[in-house]
């Protein structure tokens, strides 16, 4: 069965420091990958996916991941940290056996961003 | 840009009663979803829905839930006697199709269920 699995669940940074957050998966296939944004009182917008195109995916907001099979990590990366950056990030994998059309959550990081 | 709009934002419901949770996923999506996430924890897929049948639930969505697409444009959750512990945010999500399964998953703001 896959999972997912955030290390650290608060990230503070500066303004306009480098921002990861981390994301390492478990699948028994190749995967599909998501980040998705939450900020508060909303719902789930999501930032950017893997879908093995390439290994290195860009999405909104500056953010952008890269897929590294050998350490089965999508890591989330932003060179630049935003005020309003601030909220929580959900790493997840679908695909393969026993998730074809369901998404798999990690637990979330959430990302303070401080002047 | 389309979005997922669900409606109530916020239902307070009596243990034991019977709760819908309404949705409206973007017009020309086919897959239909359900997640919940009780407070502090992971977002918990519940169930999918294809084609006017659930094609996969998790074992959270036992007898006590059901989904429905009423009409051409809803998609709703029931929970029939409500428990304590169904006190949750839940989300509905929609995507366009299931080929492949690297279609994201839009996702509406939520109903924040609160249980007495």
Redesign the interface.
């Known amino acids: 069965a896959q999972s997912v699995t955030q290390l650290g669940s608060h990230v503070s940074v500066s303004e306009g420091a480098l921002v990861l957050l981390r994301c390492n998966y478990s699948s028994s296939v190749p995967p ?1 990958l ?1 980040w ?1 944004v939450q900020y508060p ?6 930032l950017l ?1 893997y ?2 195109a390439a290994t290195l995916v860009k999405g909104i907001n500056g953010f952008e991941a890269e897929f590294k099979k050998s350490e089965t990590s999508f890591h989330l990366t932003k060179p630049s940290a935003h005020m309003s950056d601030a909220a929580e990030y ?1 790493c ?1 994998v ?2 393969g056996p026993g ?10 990081t959430r990302l303070a961003v401080h002047p | 840009e389309p979005e ?1 709009t ?1 409606t109530p934002s916020h239902q307070v419901t009596q243990m034991g009663q019977e709760v819908i949770l309404r949705c409206v996923p973007i017009s020309n999506h086919l ?1 239909f ?1 359900w ?1 919940r996430q009780i407070l502090g ?5 519940l169930v ?1 829905f ?1 084609n006017n049948e659930i ?2 639930k ?1 074992e959270i969505f036992d007898d006590q839930f059901s989904v429905e697409r009423p009409d051409g444009s809803n998609f709703t959750l029931k929970i029939r006697s409500t428990k304590l512990e169904d006190s949750a945010m839940y ?1 509905c ?1 929609s995507s366009e199709f ?1 080929v ?3 279609q ?7 109903t924040r269920l609160s249980i007495l």
């Open positions: 599909y998501f998705y009182n909303q719902g789930l917008q999501l996916k879908t093995s959900f997840a679908t695909g998730g074809y059309n369901k998404l798999i959550f990690g637990a979330g | 997922v669900q897959y979803y997640y924890q992971k977002v918990e897929f999918s294809y094609s996969e998790s989300f999500a299931r492949f399964s690297n994201p998953q839009h996702f509406g703001d939520g």
